[in-house]
């Protein structure tokens, strides 16, 4: 079993808007909708901001929110602000009891 | 307030053999699963192994099979990784984040830095 691909850079000005995809298979996401998004500072332990798919954590904004389309889930942060800027990974149930994470992306807020 | 403590980290050579303890508390320990998670330097995550509330079903990712053991003692809140025939590629801070259902896993603690080199 494979990581999930994201692409390792994103950015955006502050205000705006920006995407982050997370792309499987049709054995993980595809086939689940559990899928997690996790948001880690440098030198910090990931939190947790999005689980299943679209569900937001008590106290995670909404400017975060989470979806899903066949193989690929993506990650949206609108109204960027400074403390956005972090690294970003998504896992995946991938069943047989194992869970993908993705490679992570490193977004940077202009 | 639910706190995982991970310890039991350092430097060893390869070849060599470690053991990593994950204390935790804020929640009852013996009725959820547990996990390993690991992030090498500068690299993403990755799950390393799970067990669940008993101690009677483990899984690991492909690389730690047949080198790792994951356990736990549920008297003490407590999970342990036991780590044998270390390799390079094992250099990583090594998590215990609490499973809140299918590896989502909502809280994490600060992680035990463990590096394989001579």
């Known amino acids: 079993q494979s990581a999930l691909t994201q692409p390792p850079s994103a950015s955006g000005s502050p205000g705006q808007s920006v995407a982050i995809s997370c792309t499987g298979t049709?054995?993980?996401?595809?086939?689940?909708?559990?899928v997690s998004w996790y948001q880690q500072h440098p030198g910090k332990a990931p939190k947790l901001i999005i689980y299943?798919?679209?569900k937001r954590p008590s106290g995670v904004p909404d400017r975060f929110s989470g979806s899903k389309s066949a193989n690929t889930a993506s990650l949206t942060v609108s109204g960027l602000q400074a403390e956005d800027e972090a690294d970003y990974y998504c896992s995946s149930f991938a069943g047989s009891n194992h869970v993908l994470f993705g490679g992570g992306t490193k977004l940077t807020v202009l | 307030e639910v706190q995982m403590v991970e310890s039991g980290g350092g430097l060893v050579q390869p070849g060599g053999s470690l053991r990593l303890s994950c204390a935790a508390s804020g929640f009852t320990f013996s009725s959820v699963w547990m996990s390993w998670v690991r992030q090498a330097p500068g690299k993403g995550l990755e799950w390393v192994a799970s067990i669940n509330e008993d101690g009677s079903q483990r899984y690991y990712v492909e690389s730690v099979r047949g080198r790792f053991t994951i356990s736990r003692d549920n008297a003490k809140s407590s999970l342990y990784l036991q780590m044998d025939s270390l390799r390079a590629e094992d250099t990583a801070v090594y998590y215990c984040p609490r499973d809140t259902g299918y590896y989502t896993f909502v809280y994490w603690g600060q992680g035990a830095l463990v590096t394989v080199s001579s």
């Open positions: 049709s054995s993980d996401v595809g086939n689940y909708n559990f």
């Open positions: 299943e798919v679209s």
